[in-house]
C-alpha cells in the first residue's frame, strides 16, 4: 500500500480552495437566491462523512478528519437538511437534483485533485 505524504502547504491550498468554493455557493445562495451549487455541496460534504468513517473501519486505525466530520460535518448537514426542509427552502426534488449533481461533479472533482497532486509533485 502506498504511502501518501502531503506537505503543509499543499494541504493549505486545498483547503484554500474548498473554502473559496464553499463562500462563492453561499453567496450565490444569500445574495442571489441560487441554491442548487450550495445544495450540491451540501451534498458532498455529507457524504465526505461517510468516507471519512469508511477509511477508518477499511484501515483498521485512525484516520484524519473521522472525528471532525461526526461530531461536526454530520449533524451540521442533518441540521442543514431539516431546517432547509422545514422552512421551505428546498424540497426532496432539489436533494434527488444535488444528489445527482454530486455524482457528476465528484468525478471531475477527483481527477482534478489527482492531475493536480500528480503535478505538484513533479516540480
Known amino acids: 500500500m502506498a504511502h501518501y505524504q502531503m506537505t503543509a502547504v499543499q494541504f493549505a491550498k486545498d483547503v484554500?480552495?474548498?473554502?473559496?468554493?464553499?463562500?462563492?455557493?453561499?453567496?450565490?445562495?444569500?445574495?442571489?437566491?441560487?441554491?442548487?451549487?450550495?445544495?450540491?455541496?451540501?451534498?458532498?460534504?455529507?457524504?465526505?462523512?461517510?468516507?471519512?468513517?469508511?477509511?477508518?473501519?477499511?484501515?483498521?486505525?485512525?484516520?484524519?478528519?473521522?472525528?471532525?466530520s461526526i461530531i461536526l460535518v454530520l449533524p451540521y448537514s442533518l441540521y442543514a437538511y431539516y431546517r432547509l426542509l422545514k422552512e421551505q427552502v428546498i424540497s426532496g426534488g432539489d436533494i434527488l437534483w444535488s444528489i445527482l449533481g454530486m455524482c457528476i461533479a465528484v468525478p471531475f472533482l477527483f481527477l482534478f485533485l489527482v492531475s493536480e497532486r500528480n503535478r505538484v509533485t513533479k516540480h
Open 16 to 68: 484554500f480552495w474548498i473554502f473559496l468554493t464553499i463562500t462563492t455557493s453561499t453567496a450565490l445562495a444569500v445574495i442571489f437566491s441560487f441554491y442548487y451549487l450550495f445544495f450540491m455541496l451540501l451534498a458532498i460534504f455529507f457524504a465526505h462523512v461517510f468516507t471519512h468513517i469508511g477509511q477508518t473501519f477499511y484501515l483498521k486505525k485512525y484516520t484524519p478528519g473521522v472525528i471532525t
